[in-house]
């Protein structure tokens, strides 16, 4: 059995505390008691969120498998003992994880000098400044050097419980459990915190259920006209909405969110070049090099072999076993491409 602790600190952003439920709903799914969760803290006893919300918490003691640290609202000073203790857990649990701002208390400690971390893009720059001896990436869901795992927002813990749900178990096992969570089978750590979908921030149903729905199945047809039905739109009035709210065209958005799930595909280095470009919709390795060479200023090639680089220095983030896709049997018609690259000229005459 897997010995879980989530520490609290006063003032911890009770959305770190979702984190856990990972592990929970893992033996409940399993009928097996894999995970022993605890929530502890200094000395136990109550510690009050930065909601004002309290939760009753065990004192720190014993060896734990695995150790989170929760994020907080406020950045402030981290008490010895908690520090104390995240040092010598370190070598005696197999991995020691930060929530968003927990990765402040990891650093304090010292555990994260010369490793690769993540933390909310919100505070990465004071994190950098105050540890300048972490490698600070803002643009991470959640990374993990060796056993020290990090993640970006408080949402984005849940992606790391799920990774580690996925090491411990297996795939199936961290799908079963999204699903019971009722949350997308969890994001890659090497996905951007700053997502295609965020940065379109469309404003209306119809054009955000499109979107979703490009996002789930790119592997389909996901031409205006598909869209637009998604959207119960007509293609002239679902055309002129989605330019009006996200400043770009089907087209061209449709391409942006296959280039993101590409990128993290190919920096897994689990699939072919060939299989990347087959699974997000692109159909054929050339025209997906063209759309990186466009986006990225390099081929996918070369974006691979520069993560291969990295990952002979530091450790990559956790492997990404599945594309996720709703319906990964449907062929995307050859034509599709034609369109967007028809559809971009017209955005520059």
């Known amino acids: 059995m897997h010995r879980v602790g989530l520490v609290l600190i006063g003032g911890f952003q009770i959305m770190s505390s979702a984190a856990v439920a990972v592990f929970e709903i893992a033996n409940i799914l399993g009928g097996k008691q894999f995970y022993d969760v605890s929530v502890i803290s200094e000395g136990g006893g109550s510690v009050r969120s930065s909601i004002g919300m309290v939760v009753e918490t065990q004192p720190l003691s014993g060896v734990f498998d695995t150790l989170l640290v929760a994020g907080g609202i406020v950045i402030e000073p981290t008490r010895p003992p908690i520090l104390a203790l995240l040092r010598r857990a370190v070598s005696r649990s197999r991995r020691v994880a930060s929530i968003c701002t927990g990765a402040f208390v990891l650093a304090e400690a010292g555990i994260l000098d010369g490793r690769r971390a993540t933390t909310h893009w919100l505070h990465a720059r004071e994190l950098q400044t105050r540890f300048p001896k972490v490698r600070v990436e803002d643009d991470r869901i959640f990374i993990k050097d060796g056993p020290v795992w990090t993640s970006a927002g408080m949402t984005a813990g849940i992606d790391l419980a799920l990774a580690m749900v996925e090491s411990d178990l297996g795939a199936e096992a961290a799908r079963e459990v999204a699903r019971g969570l009722v949350v997308y089978h969890r994001r890659g750590g090497g996905q951007s915190q700053f997502s295609t979908l965020l940065t379109l921030d469309p404003k209306s149903d119809p054009i955000q259920t499109a979107l979703a729905y490009a996002r789930q199945n790119l592997r389909t047809q996901l031409s205006v006209e598909a869209l637009a039905r998604v959207a119960h739109l007509s293609v002239r009035q679902f055309t002129r909405t989605f330019r009006t709210e996200t ?6 958005a449709v391409e942006s969110l296959r280039l993101e799930v590409a990128r993290v595909m190919l ?39 520069a993560q291969k680089v990295a990952s002979t220095t530091f450790p990559p983030a956790a492997n990404i076993r599945s594309l996720p896709t709703e319906d990964a049997s449907t062929a995307r018609p050859a034509g599709e491409l034609d369109v967007i690259d028809r559809d971009r000229e017209q955005d520059r005459q």
Request: no cysteine.
């Open 247 to 252: 400043g770009q065209s089907p087209a061209k």
């Open 267 to 305: 920096e897994a280095g689990t699939y072919s070049i060939e299989e990347v470009a087959e699974e997000t919709g692109f159909g054929d390795r050339e025209r997906m090099r063209r759309a990186f060479v466009r986006a990225f200023g390099l081929p996918p090639q070369a974006i691979r072999m």
